[in-house]
């Protein structure tokens, strides 16, 4: 038995960053073995394998081969699968190296020479995204994670080839993309979001063609070349902000018609799988995106407070769309923070309000209309004592 560690963490350790996981390669082991020393099978027939104190995964050395369509259309074999074969499923030349270890138990490297059968070492050295072999276009995930690494290492200079930018659009044009579930297509985004690299990802998927068969209406808004600066250029300015901030910019081309922007929300959503809490702050933004542009109205503020629920005393759908508003409008909005005060004190205000406010002879429905107007005229006072419009 000979265990390696391999890929992302052989790749980021030379490139000097940070190694958060680690994953191994198991040769001269089978089921049978994994098991009697403790570690934790994944999956009913799949050869990977938890370690019982570090959690790591293990895999047995194995090859797959295509016998459907999409992401999980493969077989797996891993009788007499050596390393070198193991390694050459793989889908990038980086992510192909690997280093002996001691053992099963001890993840020391035995010598530190890091095994190199694919190039990846001087791809790495020349800072090149490159396919090992024409079993990358076997899994169209490929495409998304290959520009995802583009986007996590371009900062770093790293660039893809053009022979595998030529078999990603290849494949892309030939509709595999389509093969995915819509679960993975916004795994793999959200990935690339949470690095604070997707003004990156999002772009790149553009200029490498790749968007119309990925995402067929957020390419067609960004026909327009303004729109299309305007939304990277935010989502660069919220790459560290939630994923729900990033996707209410992401699906924010058509603001200003509310019917098309809300439609185009829906697609995106739909297309991506995506959550509820996001599509709600898109459509949010979509509502109230420029109510702070000109003369702050009493009535939106308070729709605002009623529609994020922020009375009810949780803020952050509150926070998250007045975050995206103040960075899409930036250039028009000088006054964030006076805003944001005045919002969170109508809050108070809004709160402030009770039955005894109003007269007790009403009943039903006008009991709310009634309480709504006081504290629409609380708001009212309050936004003119700190904006002075009167």
């Known amino acids: 038995m000979k265990v390696y560690l391999v890929g992302g963490a052989v790749r980021d350790a030379l490139l000097g960053l940070p190694v958060k996981d680690k994953d191994f390669v198991v040769v001269g082991a089978d089921f049978d073995t994994m098991k009697s020393l403790g570690f934790n099978q994944v999956g009913a027939d799949f050869p ?19 016998n459907g369509l999409g992401y999980q259309g493969f077989s797996t074999d891993t009788k007499g699968i050596s390393l070198v074969d193991d390694l050459l499923r793989r889908d990038l030349t980086i992510n192909a190296l690997a280093v002996e270890v001691v053992g099963l138990f001890d993840d020391k490297p035995k010598t530190g020479e890091v095994i190199d059968f694919y190039g ?24 998304l994670r290959t520009v995802r690494f583009l986007a996590r290492y371009f900062a770093h200079g790293f660039k893809i080839a053009d022979e595998t930018i030529v078999l990603m659009q290849t494949m892309s044009n030939d509709g595999e993309l389509s093969h995915l579930s819509r679960e993975r297509l916004w795994a793999e985004s959200v990935k690339a979001m949470e690095n604070g690299t997707g003004h990156i990802y999002w772009q790149a998927l553009k ?7 990925f995402l067929a209406e957020l390419d067609a808004c960004w026909q327009n070349d303004t729109v299309f600066k305007q939304a990277i250029d935010d989502l660069t300015l919220a790459k560290n902000c939630n994923i729900a901030v990033q996707f209410a910019i992401l699906c924010s081309g058509y603001l200003g018609d509310d019917n098309l922007n809300k439609q185009l929300v829906a697609k995106i959503a739909h297309q991506l799988n995506t959550p509820k809490y996001p599509i709600q702050i898109a459509n949010l933004l979509t509502e109230f995106d420029d109510i702070f542009n000109q003369k702050i109205n009493a009535t939106d503020v308070l729709n605002l407070i009623e529609k994020t629920k922020a009375h009810q005393g949780n803020t952050q759908t509150l926070n998250d769309v007045l975050t995206t508003i103040f960075i899409i409008h930036r250039g028009l909005i000088t006054n964030q923070n006076k805003i944001a005060q005045m919002i969170h004190q109508a809050i108070k205000l809004y709160k402030s309000v009770s039955i005894n406010d109003i007269s007790p002879q009403l009943t039903g429905r006008e009991i709310h209309m009634a309480l709504s107007s006081v504290r629409q005229d609380k708001i009212k006072h309050l936004i003119n004592e700190y904006f002075s419009y009167e």
Do not use: C, M, W
């Open 48 to 66: 990977v394998f938890l370690h019982p104190d570090t959690h790591f995964e293990y895999a047995l050395a194995r090859v797959e081969r295509k």
């Open 207 to 213: 200029d490498l063609a790749i968007l119309p068969h």
């Open 120 to 143: 990846g070492l001087t791809d790495l050295q020349n800072k090149t995204l490159r396919h090992i072999s024409p079993a990358f276009s076997e899994d169209p995930l490929r495409i």
